[in-house]
């Protein structure tokens, strides 16, 4: 059974940094990669980033480029997202979920097959 779940996430003030973690297991093959996205009152859910498990390579979205770096630590199962520079318009449900490594570079939450529970993210002005 394919499990995610999202932790970490707070209240913190504009600037400052929070590190999400998110622990993954159960999954049947390699070729998966783990997405962040979030999702704000009233909006869509979005991508922030992504991590291929097979290569490591990353894809950032608008609103995480220069500010977000996500980083994997295989032996832990667990994917990480740290965020500098926070602002207000970053407050959001965070989640993580498993996806086939070749929709990573896609950046979208669509057809996206397993999802994690979501950790809230406020920043404050």
């Known amino acids: 059974e394919v499990q995610l779940q999202a932790s970490g996430g707070g209240l913190v003030q504009a600037g400052g940094s929070l590190r999400l973690s998110c622990a993954y297991s159960?999954?049947?093959?390699?070729?998966?990669?783990i997405g962040w996205f979030r999702q704000a009152p009233g909006k869509e859910r979005m991508a922030v980033s992504c991590?291929?498990?097979?290569?490591?390579?990353?894809y950032n979205a608008d609103p995480a480029k220069g500010r977000f770096t996500t980083s994997s630590d295989n032996a832990k199962n667990t994917v990480y997202l740290q965020m500098n520079s926070l602002k207000p318009e970053d407050t959001a449900v965070y989640y993580c979920?498993?996806?086939?490594?070749?929709?990573?570079?896609?950046?979208?939450?669509?057809?996206?097959?397993?999802w994690g529970k979501g950790t809230q993210v406020t920043v404050s002005s």
């Open positions: 979920a498993a996806l086939p490594s070749e929709w990573c570079a896609l950046l979208s939450p669509y057809g996206v097959p397993y």
């Open positions: 991590i291929s498990r097979s290569d490591g390579s990353t």
């Open positions: 159960g999954f049947a093959f390699d070729d998966y990669a």
